[in-house]
Nanobody
Framework: VQLQASGGGLVQPGGSLRLSCILSGRAMNSYSMGWFRHIPGKEREFVAA????????SYADSVKGRFTISRDNPKSTAYLQMNSLKPEDTALYYC?????????????????WGSGTLVTVSS
């Protein structure tokens, strides 16, 4: 399984970005997906996760109501729609996958990781 994240960039506070994560090597409908982020000087933290069939999600409190995780299994792609972005959302964002049908929020339970895409929120 390989993961490729994309969609990061520079955006002004209050703006939006959509991150994408393509899973290759296996059928995506067997994997639950997650997004994590690494803010410089801090440990990597959970952002959002979605169940393999897409019917259940989980969010960090810091992004709830602003970010939306979704997936398109036929396209082998997971998304993170980020709205109302704040400077504190600036981070390297990673997607991750694990072969389970449940929503997974713990970083250590993920088996596969993408290389990360940088999001910078600044005026």
């Amino acid at each position: 399984v390989q993961l490729q994240a994309s969609g990061g960039g520079l955006v002004q506070p209050g703006g939006s970005l959509r991150l994408s994560c393509i899973l290759s090597g296996r059928a995506m409908n067997s994997y639950s997906m997650g997004w994590f982020r690494h803010i410089p000087g801090k440990e990597r933290e959970f952002v959002a996760a979605i169940r393999a069939n897409g019917d259940s999600t989980s969010y960090a409190d810091s992004v709830k109501g602003r970010f939306t995780i979704s997936r398109d299994n036929p396209k082998s792609t997971a998304y993170l729609q980020m709205n109302s972005l704040k400077p504190e959302d600036t981070a390297l964002y990673y997607c991750a996958a694990v072969a389970t049908t449940q929503v997974v929020v713990l970083e250590g339970n993920y088996d596969y990781w993408g290389s990360g895409t940088l999001v910078t929120v600044s005026s």
